[in-house]
């Protein structure tokens, strides 16, 4: 499981599609989301982390973080499959000790254009339209994501915002994304429908590995992919992704019922947040040591206040940051996890709804510092000293935003 393979596999023809569901005004999101976790020079075991989307919302107005977008009409579509759409471009980033935010927030139209287009640059007969295109802002600054014709690597340039350039933030970001093994690089798809349309499309990329450079620094890494496009209320859910050095992967996801459906702050502790109903449970685990995927329909998670608190950069300088326990089992295998926030990533979204209201989403992410894992299976006990190094990422949300 741990091998090299030359290409990403799996079916990533949907790469570029939006609109693939009737859309929904109000609820209707698409984007393109990595989350890559570079080496840290100094030592760091939970690394540097660099999240960026590309986003576009069926709606008339949205609020992101205090900055009005106003999206114009639905994407529009030539005869040759490219979508143009108004969009957002976004991103943090945490330089190993400090989050900075956002390093890029820049309302644009884009274009998202498929390897099939005649007007793609790059195209090489023999291998277009497997998933080969890219997400193209129309900026001065190359802000695009895309992935080769056959299918070899992606790339992320970015160019961070005039105002959070120098000190730890770089300015240039030229990143290469490449497979890592069969287990992380294959894309899997998951959908689900509902009434009246609603419903969820997701592509995902477990896991890559990453080169590159941040201004003229060399860098390296692993990084997480995802397309999304979601088509119902955003109710809370815990979330989060390790990436471990032996090129094993775990990942949580928990939506659920929970009094801080109706908070409409950014504050990261509420007495309210103590307890929750899950609506359901969801765990994966790539085990790169015993070569094979495990899948969790039991799993917990716990959050509790940890003694990292936010810094004086922060919106709430002093607040305590979570911990999370995760318990998964599913009858041949048992992983607890403890896992303590070291930074916060906060986004809020405000929009209207019907009948005048307001709506309310707030979205923390947190790059996170492993403190303990037991993993037990048939084979026996491993523990977080049995790996070099693990890096993660863990997301609370909480609103309902409709």
């Not at 303590?340 to 307001?358: H, K, S, V, Y």
Request: net charge negative; charged share 25%.
């Amino acid at each position: 499981m741990s091998e090299d393979m030359p290409t990403f596999s799996g079916d990533l023809s949907r790469m570029w599609n939006l609109q693939e569901r009737p859309p929904l005004q109000h609820l209707t999101w698409d984007w393109w989301w990595w989350l890559v976790m570079l080496d840290d020079h100094e030592g760091n075991p939970s690394g540097k982390q660099l999240m960026v989307l590309w986003s576009t919302k069926d709606n008339a107005i949205v609020d992101v973080n205090g900055s009005p977008w106003t999206p114009k009409g639905r994407p529009g579509f030539d005869d040759d499959g490219a979508i143009a759409l108004d969009g957002m471009v976004c991103a943090w980033w945490f330089d190993g000790k400090q989050m900075h935010e956002p390093i890029i927030k820049r309302i644009c139209k884009m274009i998202a254009i498929p390897d099939t287009h005649p007007q793609w640059p790059l195209s090489d007969d023999a291998n277009t339209g497997q998933g080969g295109g890219a997400v193209i802002p129309l900026l001065g600054d190359d802000l695009s994501m895309g992935l080769k014709s056959d299918l070899s690597e992606f790339w992320i340039n970015l160019v961070s915002d005039k105002e959070m350039r120098g000190g730890n933030v770089p300015t240039d970001f030229k990143l290469k994304l490449t497979p890592w093994n069969q287990a992380m690089s294959t894309a899997r798809r998951a959908s689900a429908t509902y009434a009246a349309n609603m419903g969820y499309d997701i592509l995902r990329l477990h896991g890559t590995k990453v080169s590159g450079t941040l201004d003229d620094e060399q860098v390296s890494g692993t990084a997480y992919f995802q397309k999304v496009c979601v088509q119902a209320p955003s109710v809370p859910w815990y979330w989060g992704v390790l990436h471990l050095d032996d090129g094993s992967y775990i990942d949580w996801f928990i939506p659920h019922a929970s009094l801080t459906v109706s908070a409409r702050d950014n504050r990261p502790w509420k007495k309210r947040d103590i307890g929750h109903i899950a609506l359901s449970q969801g765990g994966l685990f790539h085990d790169a040591k015993n070569k094979r995927t495990e899948k969790f329909t039991k799993v917990t998670v716990t959050k509790k206040a940890g003694k990292e608190c936010e810094g004086k950069h922060a919106h709430f300088p002093g607040a305590p940051l979570p911990i999370f326990e995760i318990h998964m089992h599913n009858g041949r295998t048992d992983i607890k996890l403890q896992v303590q926030a070291i930074e916060r990533a906060n986004w809020t979204f405000d929009q209207p709804t019907r009948g005048g209201l307001q709506s309310h989403l707030t979205y923390n992410e947190y790059p996170l510092k492993l403190n303990k894992m037991i993993i037990r299976d048939e084979n026996g006990v491993r523990t977080e000293s049995e790996y070099e190094w693990a890096r993660g990422n863990a997301e609370h949300s909480w609103g309902l935003l409709h």
